[in-house]
Nanobody, 122 residues
Framework: QVQLVESGGGLVQAGGSLRLSCAAS????????VGWFRQAPGKEREFVAA????????YYPNSEKGRFTISRDNAKNMGYLQMDSLEPEDTAVYYC???????????????WGRGTQVTVSS
């Protein structure tokens, strides 16, 4: 089992930045890819970013336009999502996930946090 706890969400004005953190405990964190997903009210869960086990590979959807950056620190059992130039459309609950499959396929992630709310005001 891997336990994941997200933090760093909050209210920010459009154009601002937030850095989300994902604290992992339990099994060896470096054995797992990490993904970030989000879900807005009334919408489907959406892939945001992924990083491979060692951090050497990252993956983002084309729609992201380079505003988000995923990273990890395996020595600290931490994952991060830096979000810049935030837009009201980015408002959602953001979830950290860990799994054996690196990519945008949500069922490929075995462990999920409870999420952190991000609200971007216009």
């Amino acid at each position: 089992q891997v336990q994941l706890v997200e933090s760093g969400g909050g209210l920010v004005q459009a154009g601002g930045s937030l850095r989300l953190s994902c604290a992992a405990s339990g099994r060896t964190f470096s054995n797992y890819a990490v993904g970030w997903f989000r879900q807005a009210p009334g919408k489907e869960r959406e892939f945001v970013a992924a990083i491979s086990e060692g951090g050497g590979s990252t993956y983002y959807p084309n729609s992201e336009k380079g505003r988000f950056t995923i990273s990890r620190d395996n020595a600290k059992n931490m994952g991060y999502l830096q979000m810049d130039s935030l837009e009201p459309e980015d408002t959602a609950v953001y979830y950290c996930a860990a799994g054996r499959i690196f990519g945008d396929y949500a069922p490929g992630y075995d462990y999920w946090g409870r999420g952190t709310q991000v609200t971007v005001s216009s």
